[in-house]
């Protein structure tokens, strides 16, 4: 008898029939809409494996309800919507998608700086509202990026990705880690500073750390206080790692200039969030890793994944 996988969204059908040559499978057939909780609940009673996205909650009272699950594999790079304490008391394997959407998340962190800086879609809309009668010389003037100051909070994968970048355009990278990256200081003649330094000295904030207990709220009103009037805060790492009440009223008050942000604390964004209602806020629905290669290349690694640990065989990206 072939182990049993659940599917929580529609993916690529080459992926699928890749799963379905191996495993007895079933999916919530859907693209846009995720499963709803009481039926992922009824479907992960008996099954061997669990194929999600970061839109399910993968919890402890979830894990309970699947004595057989040996797997659960995160088509992410992040993993916070899994209990991982709880999945390792039960044995159960957690695997993760990083690396293949390293350059495309920097290049929409870069493209979503350069949007917000240059004001690219207020400008836009400005158009097609029919509001552009003439020229006039301080008409929608933004922040230059070129030879500007860049702060990257956490210096992983993606931060490297983004601060070579910014060394396109003669930026001076700054950035604040856990640890310091003495060859990549050196490879990219960037400076590791304090995060308090990092704020007060640089005209772009980037936040690309993980979101963990320790980032919660990591971007919170004392923060938004120490950075310039004329800053700019780009969040393309995880909602909850900003404060976003206290950014509102940051970015009300004139504290700092303007922020772009790809990733809410609650995802969907309510379309009534006082954050929507600023025209220095420039969003996107969490597209951070949406190229057709990239989002590709996660769901083959994250079969990969399902396939090897329900072989018995080691996943090549293991969370727990």
């Given at each position: 008898m072939k182990p049993k996988v659940y599917i929580t969204r529609r993916v690529p059908d080459e992926i699928i029939v890749k799963i379905e040559k191996e495993f007895d499978i079933r999916i919530w057939d859907e693209t846009d809409v995720p499963v709803p909780r009481e039926v992922l609940e009824k479907e992960i009673v008996d099954v061997d494996g669990l194929f999600c996205l970061i839109t399910e909650t993968v919890d402890r009272?979830?894990?309970?309800?699947?004595?057989?699950?040996?797997?659960?594999?995160?088509?992410?790079?992040?993993?916070?919507?899994?209990?991982?304490?709880?999945?390792?008391?039960?044995?159960?394997?957690?695997?993760n998608t990083p690396g293949v959407l390293t350059e495309t998340t920097a290049d929409l962190t870069f493209a979503l700086l350069m949007a917000t800086a240059r004001r690219l879609i207020e400008s836009s809309d400005y158009l097609r509202e029919g509001s552009w009668k003439t020229w006039s010389p301080m008409q929608l003037t933004g922040q230059d990026i070129y030879g500007a100051t860049i702060g990257i909070i956490g210096m992983g994968r993606i931060g490297a990705a983004l601060a070579k970048r910014a060394k396109g355009f003669d930026m001076n990278v700054l950035y604040h880690n856990r640890s310091r990256k003495l060859s990549l200081e050196k490879d990219l003649n960037m400076k590791f500073v304090e995060l308090d330094s990092l704020l007060k000295e640089s005209d772009f904030v980037c936040i690309m750390t993980p979101?963990?207990?320790?980032?919660?709220?990591?971007?919170?009103?004392?923060?938004l206080s120490l950075m310039k009037k004329t800053?700019?805060?780009?969040?393309?790492?995880?909602?909850?790692?900003?404060?976003?009440?206290?950014?509102?009223?940051?970015?009300?008050?004139?504290?700092?200039?303007?922020?772009?942000?790809?990733?809410?604390?609650?995802?969907?964004?309510?379309?009534d969030h006082p954050l929507l209602t600023l025209p220095n806020v420039v969003t996107v629905p969490h597209i951070g890793s949406a190229s057709i290669k990239t989002r590709m290349k996660m769901a083959e690694l994250a079969a990969e994944n399902l396939l090897l640990a329900l072989k018995n065989q080691t996943p090549k990206h293991v969370v727990v």
């Open positions: 009272e979830l894990l309970e309800k699947a004595p057989q699950l040996k797997v659960v594999s995160n088509m992410a790079v992040g993993y916070n919507n899994i209990d991982i304490k709880a999945a390792k008391e039960k044995g159960i394997t957690v695997t979101y963990t207990p320790e980032t919660i709220d990591l971007i919170s009103a004392r923060e800053s700019i805060l780009i969040n393309t790492a995880r909602g909850g790692i900003v404060n976003e009440e206290d950014l509102y009223h940051a970015l009300k008050r004139g504290e700092i200039w303007a922020a772009g942000l790809d990733v809410f604390e609650q995802e969907p964004i309510s379309l």
